[in-house]
C-alpha cells in the first residue's frame, strides 16, 4: 500500500506513554505532517514510572523530575515529527480506567475529528498498559459516535483505526495489511528517536525494524526505491468500490 492509504484528513495517534508514538509511528506522524495534515498526539502518561529507565539511573531522580524530562522529550520529538502534543498525565504502571479519562480521550477525539486514529494494539501480554490504551481508544470513539452524547460537540464518522506495531509482534497476535512507506522522513523519525533519552537503548532496534519492514514493503508489491517501512494492522474493514 501506497502512503495515500493513511488518509488526507486529521490524524490523531493515542500513547499509552510519552515515547510510544515515536518508536512505532514516528514516521506516519511525520509523513501524514509533511502533507500539511493536522496530526494531533494525545499521551496518556509520560512512562514515568515503568518506561524512563535511563532517568531512573540518575542519583537524586524523583517522580516529578521524571514527569518533567519525559514531557521535555516527547514534546521536542513531537516538534520535529510535525505534531501538536498533548499530555493527561493519569500515571502508568498502572494505567488506570476512570470515568474521567475516558471523558477525556473522548473529548479529544471529537475536537479533533480525526480521519485516522492511530494507537497501540489488542494484545500485548508484555506491557498491559498498551493493550488497555487500545480499549479505551475503542471504547471512547464509540462514544464519541453517539448522538446524544455531549450535544455541544458534533458526533464523529466511522473513522478507521490503526494499531501500530508492538515490540514483540509474534507474541500480541499482530499481523500487519499496511506496510507504510516512510522512506523520505525515515531521518526525521531517527532525529525524534534519538531525543528520547530515557529509552535510547530503543533507537537502534527500530532503525533497524524500519530497514526490515522496508524490505517487506517491496517484496509486497511496493516501489523497489522504497527503503524503510512502519507496519500497522488495520481494526475495521476498508470500504472499495473495486477489487484491490
Request: net charge neutral; proline share 5%.
Amino acid at each position: 500500500m501506497t502512503a495515500s492509504a493513511i488518509g488526507r484528513g486529521p490524524v490523531l495517534v493515542v500513547s499509552a506513554h510519552a515515547a510510544d508514538f515515536v518508536w512505532r509511528a514516528g514516521g506516519a506522524v511525520a509523513l501524514s505532517a509533511s502533507r500539511g495534515q493536522q496530526v494531533h498526539v494525545l499521551c496518556l502518561t509520560f512512562g514515568e514510572k515503568g518506561e524512563s529507565q535511563g532517568l531512573w539511573k540518575q542519583p537524586g531522580m524523583t517522580l516529578d523530575r521524571v514527569k518533567e524530562a519525559r514531557r521535555d522529550e516527547a514534546s521536542r520529538a513531537a516538534k520535529v515529527l510535525g505534531a501538536e502534543i498533548e499530555f493527561l498525565d493519569v500515571g502508568d504502571y498502572p494505567l488506570r480506567p476512570t470515568d474521567a479519562l475516558y471523558d477525556s480521550v473522548t473529548a479529544t477525539i471529537r475536537r479533533v475529528n480525526p480521519a485516522m486514529i492511530i494507537t497501540h494494539p489488542a494484545k500485548d501480554p508484555y506491557n498491559l498498559d498498551h493493550s488497555l490504551t487500545h480499549e479505551i481508544v475503542l471504547r471512547s470513539r464509540m462514544v464519541a459516535q453517539a448522538a446524544g452524547h455531549d450535544r455541544s460537540t458534533q458526533p464523529i464518522g466511522a473513522t478507521q483505526v490503526l494499531q501500530f506495531e508492538p515490540h514483540q509482534p509474534e507474541q500480541c497476535g499482530f499481523v500487519p495489511n499496511l506496510l507504510l512507506d516512510i522512506s523520505g522522513v525515515f531521518e526525521r523519525k531517527v532525529e525524534a528517536m534519538r531525543i528520547m533519552g530515557a529509552q535510547g537503548h530503543l533507537v537502534a532496534y527500530y532503525t533497524d525494524l524500519g530497514v526490515r519492514r522496508g524490505v517487506q514493503a517491496v517484496r509486497n508489491g511496493g516501489a523497489r526505491s522504497i527503503t524503510h517501512a512502519e507496519a500497522f494492522q488495520r481494526v475495521f474493514p476498508v470500504v472499495g468500490d473495486e477489487l484491490l
